[in-house]
């Protein structure tokens, strides 16, 4: 119940969306920004950084529009079916330019699996939740490989128990088309090295999204038996840059998924009086490095806990 009042269909439809949509479009011009003002520095350096900071773009942009679409709230309005009409109009170009992703099956069919059954064989993003060693390893093959972000997302991923690509025949194409075009287009146009810098954002956006998953539900707070204490939120230095949207505060957003992105602070304080103090202290977390090494345990057992403690 807590909740309740931060819930999607308590805001004005013309601020929350006004609030996303400039967000986007905000977004969408800093990707601008950084290609047009690619000679200002030796291609060197614009490579590495242009990649840093359009990987992070990218990323936000899937953290934005096609999580908060997932949910049926990028965008809301008084009509249901249109609401999730414009939801898949916003979602789906980003989904399948960005990530390669089958929105209909990944996000809204896959990550409302993954809110009732988190972690569990039938979540479809339960993938990437490793951590310490198994972590680095993935991290350094999918930035310093090429092409190894897709290879395991596809081919590596059905060969999992279970496993199931994150897309279909028609996505890849679209995306291979997509990319191809776009490539060769900023090739001519402004050089390979912006091209390059374009590509291997890519990579960076993998990363980072390893991270963020690693984070949320990584280790042993992945593996308890109650659903809802199966993510962890993290507070960090430069949080706001590095996983934007306030989507490390996924303990509250597994409680209620209802809650916008920019409201989820107000609801972590309203949270704070009624979780108790052994469940508080596991599920938020100020040390990311301890949860991404696998040092973090679940939540205790409070019978177990000192008297006083």
Same mark, same amino acid.
């Given at each position: 119940?807590?909740?309740?009042?931060?819930?999607?269909?308590?805001?004005?439809?013309?601020?929350?969306?006004?609030?996303?949509?400039?967000?986007?479009?905000?977004?969408?011009v800093?990707?601008?920004? @950084? !290609?047009?003002?690619?000679?200002? *520095?030796?291609?060197?350096?614009?490579?590495p950084?242009?990649? $840093?900071? /359009?990987?992070? +773009?990218?990323?936000?942009?899937?953290?934005?529009?096609?999580?908060?679409?997932?949910?049926?709230?990028?965008?809301?309005?008084?009509?249901?079916?249109?609401?999730?009409?414009?939801?898949?109009?916003?979602?789906?170009?980003?989904?399948?330019?960005?990530a390669?992703?089958?929105?209909?099956?990944?996000?809204?069919?896959?990550?409302?699996?993954?809110?009732?059954?988190?972690?569990?064989?039938?979540?479809?993003q339960?993938?990437?939740?490793?951590?310490?060693p198994?972590?680095y390893?993935?991290?350094?093959?999918?930035?310093?490989?090429?092409?190894?972000?897709?290879?395991?997302?596809?081919?590596?991923?059905?060969?999992?128990?279970?496993?199931?690509?994150?897309?279909?025949?028609?996505?890849?194409?679209?995306?291979?088309?997509?990319?191809?075009? @776009? !490539?060769?287009?900023?090739?001519? *146009?402004?050089?390979?090295?912006?091209?390059?810098?374009?590509? $291997?954002? /890519?990579?960076? +956006?993998?990363?980072?999204?390893?991270?963020?998953?690693?984070?949320?539900?990584g280790?042993?707070?992945?593996?308890?038996?109650?659903?809802?204490?199966?993510?962890?939120?993290?507070?960090?230095?430069?949080?706001?840059?590095?996983?934007?949207?306030?989507?490390?505060?996924h303990?509250?957003?597994?409680?209620?998924?209802?809650?916008?992105?920019?409201?989820?602070?107000?609801?972590?304080?309203?949270?704070?009086?009624?979780?108790?103090?052994?469940?508080?202290?596991?599920?938020?977390?100020?040390?990311?490095y301890?949860?991404?090494?696998?040092?973090?345990?679940?939540v205790?057992?409070?019978?177990?806990q000192?008297?006083?403690?």
């Amino acid at each position: 119940m807590a909740g309740q009042p931060f819930h999607f269909k308590t805001k004005s439809a013309f601020v929350h969306n006004t609030i996303n949509l400039s967000a986007f479009a905000l977004l969408l011009v800093l990707q601008g920004v @950084t !290609l047009v003002y690619h000679d200002i *520095v030796s291609p060197y350096i614009y490579v590495p950084l242009a990649a $840093l900071v /359009l990987g992070a +773009l990218y990323f936000s942009c899937i953290i934005l529009v096609v999580h908060e679409a997932s949910h049926n709230m990028f965008v809301i309005g008084g009509d249901r079916r249109a609401q999730r009409l414009w939801n898949r109009l916003f979602a789906w170009p980003v989904s399948v330019f960005y990530a390669a992703s089958h929105y209909g099956n990944h996000w809204e069919r896959g990550h409302l699996e993954h809110h009732v059954r988190p972690l569990m064989p039938t979540d479809p993003q339960r993938f990437n939740v490793l951590v310490g060693p198994a972590l680095y390893k993935r991290l350094a093959l999918e930035l310093f490989v090429p092409g190894y972000l897709f290879l395991a997302r596809t081919v590596l991923r059905k060969r999992t128990v279970g496993g199931k690509s994150s897309s279909s025949g028609w996505v890849i194409l679209v995306f291979v088309a997509l990319w191809t075009g @776009t !490539l060769t287009l900023l090739t001519m *146009v402004a050089g390979g090295h912006v091209a390059l810098a374009v590509y $291997l954002g /890519l990579h960076v +956006l993998s990363c980072l999204n390893q991270l963020k998953g690693s984070l949320e539900h990584g280790g042993e707070i992945g593996r308890e038996e109650e659903p809802f204490l199966r993510s962890r939120t993290t507070f960090f230095f430069l949080r706001r840059l590095l996983m934007p949207f306030n989507i490390t505060l996924h303990f509250e957003h597994h409680l209620n998924f209802c809650v916008p992105w920019y409201d989820l602070v107000r609801y972590h304080r309203q949270l704070r009086p009624i979780v108790p103090d052994h469940v508080w202290s596991a599920v938020i977390n100020e040390h990311p490095y301890m949860q991404l090494s696998g040092q973090l345990g679940g939540v205790p057992d409070p019978s177990s806990q000192p008297v006083g403690a």
